[in-house]
């Protein structure tokens, strides 16, 4: 009896010694599964490993929201006949399904996979939780190449809702925050009064929010201290490679007095989308680091007299970057500055030294070149030395140097003893390769000390994802057979959806404005005449408002600036004569009539108005009390059916006008469009009703 029970003993003994084991293999396997699964960027919630049958199938499969997933590393031979993805509600994968489209949309059959990552969308709205499995299956055996299974209670990534903005000070408010996916933030109906000094979207960990944070950009990829806002929505990225999951709070902070305005807490363990955000990882070869904006970032390294600087963005192939020592010793400022403009185009990198002296093109008043000009144009040196350039994945990045104190007297000193104020700016190209107005700038004071004991870096991986362009404003067409005159001022350009959305050209930061609208296509009549009333400014002293009116057949305009060659390329219709020396001579220069932005407007701004009329209405008109300069026109045979009115000075300023025979064929060619749009719409209507 005693043998017998020692004999149960060691039985017992042995199998519960098997079942802890099993447990710690079990346990081994789930933890070394969330190590894998938090390894790495957050890519959703992770399903687990596809189940390997035949035809080599493997990779990892996670819930991206709930309608995708994503498999990352999959891998197919390829060698299946009528292969598809392959998902259903019943208990097994079986012929009882439906085809998934690939990563391209489309239902063909699988082809070759290779450690692919990609995402898979199911198809007519269905979602995850609709669904059992989702598995590589060919139909025409009907056998199942690999799988993963759906858990019962399985609840998808999804946008999260967070708690409201703290009332703590300077009206800061906000609707419950909205939190879209691992890096974007929704702030509805977020309030501040404007009022604070140094004051940023901040984020950290911890418990309450500390001067410790980081600065958050804003909704327009701006680290300057924030504007005021009055119950806007506004979404908030996070920089760089931070998600959702590593910070704790987000703040509206004042790193000048230490304050926190107010702030929200971030939930743990959000069940959340992740972001489309692409993350470039970018290295910087300077010590020195400083970040601009969120796609600009300027690196810097003093060897005795000679700096370098690198300046990295993540702009368009024709866009520039600039940087430079501000126009004054106590704020940055545009005018008066020393900048480098830096570009690559398609044969090498430029890094080329400009001056500035008024915020408009090169021009020439009373014989000497004003405005936005490159130092060798004005009688100095180009003093920086271009040292090495590349782009790589959307990203310029060029390197140059210059001494600390040129012998230029054009140039501004770059001071080690004292902090320096600076001025930086991108935006596109024009046509001659000058900086045109530029798209990304600053309104505050940037202030950099160059000459730093231990190197200094704030800077961040950039990133990128696909942008939705902003819907155009309004275009204008003047149609009207009886007008024959024409009134023409100056206003500002508006932003994307202004001049430069409409026109695709890029913008001087003014545009002609034609009985109120923003650069109208004209429609005129041969043989008839017309009369513009032209108020564009007629002080030939000022190199930002001096607009005689031209019109000829080249779409750009400036034509004062361009050289002798360009020129005759040429045919100048109306507004201009010619010297006895061959040398243009502008005759529509009227008194300046200007809609300007109200005071402190920030117009950076634009494109929150979503038509051109409540942007109009936004402006302050000014006009000087003078009769305008008179331009006659007689459009006749010989004219081109396109032609453009523009300013004599700048380029990109006005748009077209269409010469016709008859405004009958416009009148019957607008009812046509209008009977074929009619007969589109004819059938679904019938079905309508």
Known sequence: MTLSNNVLCLQLQRRLLLVFVTLFLLLTAALAQGEEE???????????????????????VYAVNEFTFLIVGFNYDGNGADTFFWS???NRPGPQGFIVPDEYGKTNILDRYHNKDFTLTLPDRKKITEIKWLAVYDLNNQNNFGD???????????????????????????????ILDSKTIRIKDFTYDGRGKRTFFWTGVGAQPSSRGSKLPDERGYLDPIRKYNMETIDLQLPGDKTIFDIDWISVYDVADNENYGHVLINDGLNVPPSLVKVIPFEFSLPNCRQLHKDLQVSWEVFGPQITFQLSGQVA??????????GSDVSSQMIGSDVVVAYIDEIRGYSVD????????CVQVLGQNKGVCRDDVVGGLDSFQLNTYARKDGINTISFRRLLKSSDDGDKEIFLDRSNYVVWAFGQLDSN????FHTYYPKSDIVIDFNTTEPVNDCFAFTSQKETPPQLWERTRITDASLRSFNAYLGPSGGLRGYQGLTGHVSSGLAWYINGYMIPELYLKRGLTYTFNVRGGNNPHSPEHYHPLVITDDPQGGYDRLSDA????????AGVEFTRRGRPKPTAAGPLCLSRYPPNYDRRLDDIFPTFK??????????VDEAPALLEITPNITWPDTVYYNSFTHGNMGWKIHIVDSYTNLRNGARALTWSLAILLLPWLVLQY
């Not at 360009?566 to 219709?573: A, F, G, N, T, Y």
């Not at 409540?614 to 006009?623: A, G, H």
């Open 38 to 60: 938090e390894d790495g960027p957050y890519r959703g919630k992770y399903l687990g490993k596809l189940n390997s049958y035949h035809h080599q199938v493997s990779g990892d």
């Open 88 to 90: 259903g509600a019943s």
């Open 148 to 178: 993963v299974y759906i858990p019962e209670d399985f609840e998808p990534p999804m946008a999260q809702l967070g708690g409201t903005f703290s009332k703590r000070s300077h009206n800061v408010s906000s609707s419950s925050i909205q």
């Open 317 to 326: 192939a024709n866009d520039y970057m600039s940087f430079g020592i501000s």
């Open 354 to 361: 400009y001056n500035i002296t008024s915020l408009a093109p």
């Open 433 to 436: 390769n000058e900086p045109a």
């Open 566 to 573: 360009k020129q005759s390329e040429i045919r100048v219709l």
């Open 614 to 623: 409540k942007f109009n209405r936004s402006l302050i008109t000014e006009c």
